[in-house]
């Protein structure tokens, strides 16, 4: 029985290439990546490990390999993009500049993740598995992280209209900003002429006249 070795090198003096054997953070890296294309188009139901395997170019055995369920394939992807989400629009909001320069980064932020990784706002936002009680134990504890998060990051911009952070009311503003913005993005999806930009100051009128009138 020829070796590995062997067999290898008769594939190279045939003129083809041995395909290289990936790490297990690579293979790891391009089934999440698979799976969030695919549960944000069919959502968790409509969605088959099987599907995932062939999108990712593994065997579905490989699939079990890293994950041992579908289930939790999905909250996986879920808690990942949102720890995306958080770091990308937080750079925006600890950055430099006055409290408004930052309010339409911030604003700016949110609407180029939702235009660059559109799958992973639907994830996020849209309804994938609601019906599952685990995963919408999941989804209510990744959003309440999230209006944490970005409570914290707004912490000094929230106290400019005398409500401290700690508050109740201080994470309902923070969750009306969020829900806001992304029900603009939804809107953006059926609508995809529309600037970013004009998006971005129409969405400043309403959020900053109220932020502002505090100053």
Known sequence: MPTQRATVRTAVMAGATPKPRLRASARRALITAAALKIFAAKGFHGTSLGE?????????????DHFPSKRVLLLT?????????????????????????????????YFSFAQSRPEARRLLFDRTGEDDPEIR?????????RTHAVTALLADDIRTVGVEPGEQIAEAMVELIISGLDGVAQWWERNPDMPRSMLVEGAMRLLWAGLGNGR
């Open 137 to 145: 134990i999941v989804r209510e504890g990744i959003r309440e992280s």
């Open 52 to 64: 995932i395997a062939a999108a990712a170019g593994v065997a579905r055995t490989v699939v079990y």
């Open 77 to 109: 992807v879920m808690q990942e993009e949102n720890a995306a989400l958080i770091e990308h629009v937080g750079i925006r909001i600890g950055g430099s500049g006055s409290a408004e320069d930052r309010m339409r980064s911030t604003i700016d932020a």
